[in-house]
Nanobody, 115 residues
């Protein structure tokens, strides 16, 4: 069964950095576009970033220039490096295919930006 497991979240001060990881089963990873998504309290889940299997990346305007998505095909893992974090980045972060599949939503990892 394919699973996506997110990790790396935590509490960080405004202006700080975190790196999230998403480990996946290899069968969907090697040929898929992978994405990061987030859901803040009281808001709908939104797309954050995507990385093609070629390495081409795309970002939501709200994170462009601050976040970097990358993938390691050998490790079946996708990463999200987050810099210059602010309170509006507080959310549960998920990885999934891009566009997402309801089959693959995991538990997510909580990111809280607070002083």
């Amino acid at each position: 069964q394919v699973q996506l497991v997110e990790s790396g979240g935590g509490l960080v001060q405004p202006g700080g950095s975190l790196t999230l990881s998403c480990r996946t089963s290899g069968s969907i990873f090697t040929w898929s576009i992978m994405g990061w998504y987030r859901q803040a309290p009281g808001k709908q889940r939104e797309w954050v970033a995507a990385v093609h299997n070629s390495g081409v990346t795309n970002y939501a305007d709200s994170v462009k220039g601050r976040f970097t998505i990358s993938r390691d095909n050998a490790k079946n893992t996708v990463y999200l490096q987050m810099n210059a974090l602010n309170a509006e980045d507080t959310a549960v972060y998920y990885c999934n295919l891009h566009p997402p599949s309801n089959r693959y939503w995991g538990q997510g990892t909580q990111v809280t930006v607070s002083s």
